[in-house]
């Protein structure tokens, strides 16, 4: 079973509150991912990393930043929540090489109002 | 750049009957190759995956996919579905040079098994 949290599952906020979505890993994996997944289902590479003090941005754009202070630690933090924002929040971690498979969070449910 | 297409956004199938779920990629380079399963209210599962060697990759809960790099393909089948097993599933590429070293996922393909 993969080792890999994140929190709150469920989340409803009002308009212009900052908040910040936990994901941690305790399987020592330097690449770590989030993904925004629409109502239709499809997934959006927002956010990645290789390893501590790297960050990138993905395919799609987002108001969101993270942070990657340590291996096992990757938030992500909305500074004022907009309902454009509501949408499920996947984070997942892999080893660093291409041919292994990532693992995946039980992700964040955001609704904002 | 990669790609990856789902050609059915939904595939209803009843009990004990076979399924293919379709998928096709492309990609400049050699690529890798998975197939997740997501329950509902859940994250991502992975079911199988292609790296290299033989074409035909056997899974959990009795799903197995074929490669083809010929026509591109990574479909997965199951000779015969159960109830448990309607989900959603995603068909995803990496690749080793691709300067994106991240999953991409095609857009999904809903399974529902029906009694």
């Known amino acids: 079973e993969a080792d890999i949290y994140q929190t709150p599952r469920y989340l409803v906020i009002g308009t212009g509150k900052k908040i910040t979505l936990e994901c941690s890993q305790t399987m020592g994996h330097d690449k770590m991912y989030w993904y925004q997944q629409d109502p239709g289902m499809e997934l959006h590479l927002i956010h990645y990393s290789y390893g501590v003090n790297s960050t990138e941005k993905g395919d799609l754009s987002s108001e969101s930043t993270v942070s990657r202070i340590r291996t096992e630690h990757f938030p992500l933090t909305l500074e004022s929540a907009r309902p454009s924002h509501t949408s499920q929040y996947l984070c997942?971690?892999?080893?660093?090489?291409?041919?292994?498979?990532?693992?995946f969070g039980q992700g964040t449910r955001l609704t904002v109002v | 750049a990669q790609s990856v297409t789902q050609l059915d956004s939904q595939v209803p199938v009843f009990e004990e009957a076979p399924v293919e779920l379709r998928c096709n990629y492309s990609s400049s380079v050699s690529v890798y190759l998975f197939w997740y399963v997501q329950y509902p209210n859940q994250g991502l599962q992975l079911l199988l995956k292609?790296?290299?060697?033989?074409?035909l990759v056997k899974g959990i809960n009795g799903f197995e996919a074929e490669f083809n790099k010929s026509q591109t393909s990574f479909h997965l089948r199951k000779p015969s579905v159960h109830i448990s097993d309607t989900a959603e599933y995603f068909c995803a590429v990496s690749g080793y040079y691709t300067g994106r070293r991240a999953l991409t996922f095609g857009s999904g393909t809903r399974l529902q098994v029906q009694p």
């Open positions: 292609y790296l290299s060697g033989s074409t």
């Open positions: 997942a971690s892999s080893e660093s090489m291409a041919n292994t498979e990532a693992f």
